[in-house]
């Protein structure tokens, strides 16, 4: 369904974003049956260095009003448009957070320190992501048993949520959650991968945050495909969402 926009209205000391309709389109587009993408009022983006120069003011209007911004990955590795990206997306007007892509071949707590060092504290951030799936490119091609990975995770996940005052986001895909994850973190917010499915057809019983249903979304402000989400609930769920994951809130608890 398509939702209007909603105008910025004040909310304590901070002020809420304008909220744009989703004017994206896909070049693969997917039937998910009776619950769609389009029932979904807030829409938003994931980038990284492979979408090259963004026209962020114009991608907002497109129905970007959220963006998750590739940082880092591994321990020595930062995207070389994170500092643009993470800039020019504020500056837009989009709430952005960073994600960092996890290595499994190196320590935890290094690849923590080196996601700190890059990724500034911000207020106006999202929560971190932490990305953990299988990837058949990398050059680490170690498979950990369940037991090390949640370890991992656990470390890597402590040391941002000291750092930021913020609870990270899961990130995922549907073979590494069930060999992985399914049952596990009930704590933490999730970000689901799930391009031919609804997630809750994917994954049975988990609560989300985010959905990741196409990587093949096309809107102007960007050359080529751009990864699309949604966020899971109305226009005022995501203010009260934004509000209650601020770093100030998150570090209470």
């Not at 993408?37 to 209007?61: C, E, F, M």
């Not at 998750?68 to 500056?91: C, Q, S, V």
């Not at 005022?236 to 570090?251: F, K, L």
């Amino acid at each position: 369904m398509a939702m209007a926009a909603s105008p910025a209205i004040m909310a304590g000391p901070q002020v809420r974003s304008r909220i744009y309709s989703r004017q994206f389109r896909d070049a693969k587009p997917i039937n998910f049956g009776k619950v769609t993408p389009n029932h979904y009022a807030v829409h938003g983006v994931d980038v990284s260095r492979w979408q090259a120069n963004i026209d962020w003011q114009k991608l907002r209007t497109q129905g970007a009003n959220f963006a998750y911004i590739k940082a880092t990955d591994g321990g020595d590795h930062l995207d070389p448009m994170f500092k643009t990206n993470w800039r020019l997306a504020k500056e837009a007007g989009i709430r952005r957070g960073a994600y960092h892509f996890f290595y499994w071949c190196r320590p935890a707590s290094h690849q923590a320190e080196w996601f700190i060092r890059n990724v500034p504290r911000d207020p106006d951030a999202l929560p971190p992501v932490i990305d953990v799936e299988y990837n058949g490119e990398s050059s680490c091609k170690m498979r950990l048993p369940r037991a090390k990975v949640l370890e991992k995770m656990q470390v890597f996940m402590d040391m941002l949520e000291r750092h930021y005052g913020q609870r990270p986001v899961i990130y995922t895909a549907p073979d590494f959650y069930k060999d992985h994850l399914s049952g596990e973190f009930l704590n933490y917010p999730f970000w689901l991968r799930a391009v031919a499915q609804h997630p809750s057809k994917v994954y049975p019983g988990r609560k989300w945050v985010f959905w990741q249903y196409s990587g093949s979304g096309l809107s102007q402000g960007v050359s080529g495909k751009i990864d699309l989400n949604v966020f899971n609930g109305s226009i005022e769920d995501w203010h009260r969402w934004v509000a209650r994951s601020g770093p100030a809130r998150t570090a209470s608890r």
